[in-house]
């Protein structure tokens, strides 16, 4: 089993910047795509980003040049830099990590909340 910790959510203004974090323990052997979901009150959870084990990034188009996914390998960790964020960006994110051969964890989702 992998149990994923997700912190760094919060209510910040527009124009604001907020860094998560989401740590995975346990099992972790074989950690390889780790990203970020998002999901906001009445639509479908969306990709924010991914990166690979290799460091390939990947951005969901309406997050591009604000956002920068980064992950330490020693410490198990991913991180979701937000800059200049907007009231859309306002929803649950949720850490999701891939194990090979394929098995999948979520974390418990934080909270990003942006005020107009």
């Known amino acids: 089993q992998v149990q994923l910790v997700e912190s760094g959510g919060g209510l910040v203004q527009a124009g604001g910047s907020l860094r998560l974090s989401c740590a995975a323990s346990?099992?972790?052997?074989?950690?390889?795509?780790m990203g970020w979901y998002r999901q906001a009150p009445g639509r479908q959870r969306e990709l924010v980003a991914i990166?690979?084990?290799?460091?390939?990034?990947t951005y969901a188009d309406s997050v591009k040049g604000r956002f920068t996914i980064s992950r330490d390998n020693a410490k198990n960790t991913v991180y979701l830099q937000m800059n200049s964020l907007k009231p859309e960006d306002t929803a649950v994110y949720y850490c999701?990590?891939?194990?090979?051969?394929?098995?999948?964890?979520w974390g418990q989702g934080t909270q990003v909340t942006v005020s107009s």
């Open positions: 999701r990590v891939l194990i090979t051969p394929g098995y999948e964890y």
């Open positions: 990166i690979t084990s290799g460091d390939t990034r």
């Open positions: 346990g099992r972790t052997s074989g950690l390889n795509r």
